[in-house]
């Protein structure tokens, strides 16, 4: 067993973490993570995705069809798994997260900080503008770790999402903010490593050259999967097909949950 952190890393494109982030790529030389490219669930946009990576579902049948579902969950998620079995969880993450999980709508002040054993995302910091620095909220799930020691924390930064939306995938500052995001991870993993958490690093969908997200295509669908375990039993880079369906049931699995009978993926470790 053991405790589990997601980078859920907003609009991170599979070969953009692949070519631009060289500690994660450093971990996978030396076997101390593995690989899956994620061709990822459509549509390929942010609420639907959020809600399919941590329900297990697809979007026809968690019914979060667009970004302007504004609703909670009404599905088994990860949140609920892990409170429920009397596990502490804990969230930086942009405000749909509190709407999925906490409370809809979005309150800017009251919603912004909350601690409290009811709620689903038990220790939740949420931010609003999608240029919230990614340099803040790092340090923020730092804290969180130290604070709390939740079981389960959702990290999720919005910097690649907001800086493809202004610039394109195909621009520099794209390709720079993945690595300033590498080395935001390099200052953490280590630590979290040693205080047993398993690192889970993905994206909810890709971006395209028209700074845009929502297609099919393989620049807008496909995104990466580490998973950097504290036992160093990493397989490098598998080659290998997941989905964001296998997600979840992992998840559950790394933490010692039943899995719900709804999340039917693949449990990858
Ligand atoms: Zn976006």
């Not at 982030?21 to 946009?45: N, Q, R, T």
């Not at 202004?166 to 979290?192: C, F, T």
């Not at 929502?214 to 999967?225: A, H, K, N, S, Y």
Request: glycine share 8%; aromatic share 8%; charged share 25%.
């Amino acid at each position: 067993m053991s405790k589990v952190i997601l980078v859920l890393s907003d609009a991170l494109r599979y070969d953009t973490a692949v070519e631009q982030m060289g500690f994660l790529g450093h971990l996978l030389e030396k076997k101390l993570a593995s690989l899956y490219k994620i061709v990822g669930e459509l549509p390929s946009m942010s609420r639907p995705m959020y809600e399919t990576i941590h329900t297990g579902l697809p979007v026809i049948e968690h019914g979060v069809y667009s970004n302007y579902v504004v609703r909670r969950s009404n599905q088994p998620n990860i949140f609920q798994a892990v409170r429920d079995a009397g596990k502490t969880t804990a969230a930086v993450a942009y405000s749909w997260f509190s709407e999925l999980y906490n409370h809809a709508p979005y309150d800017i002040i009251e919603d912004r900080e909350v601690d409290g054993e009811g709620l689903l995302i038990q220790h939740g910091r949420f931010y609003f503008d999608d240029a919230y620095p990614d340099s803040e909220l790092f340090a923020t799930a730092g804290m969180l770790v130290r604070k709390f020691d939740p079981d389960y924390l959702l990290i999720h930064p919005m910097g690649m999402d907001d800086t493809g939306h202004k610039y394109g995938a195909d621009s520099k500052e794209y390709r720079v903010h993945a690595i300033r995001q590498d080395v935001m991870l390099a200052n953490l993993i280590p630590e979290w490593l040693a205080r047993g958490y398993t690192t889970l690093i993905t994206g909810d969908h890709g971006m395209n050259a028209d700074k845009m997200h929502g297609g099919t295509t393989p620049d807008m669908r496909e995104v990466p999967l580490y998973i950097i375990s504290p036992d160093s039993q990493g397989k490098g880079d598998t080659g290998e097909i997941a989905s964001h369906l296998d997600i979840a049931p992992t998840i559950c699995k790394l933490l010692d949950l039943p899995i719900p009978d709804t999340m039917k993926g693949t449990v990858l470790v």
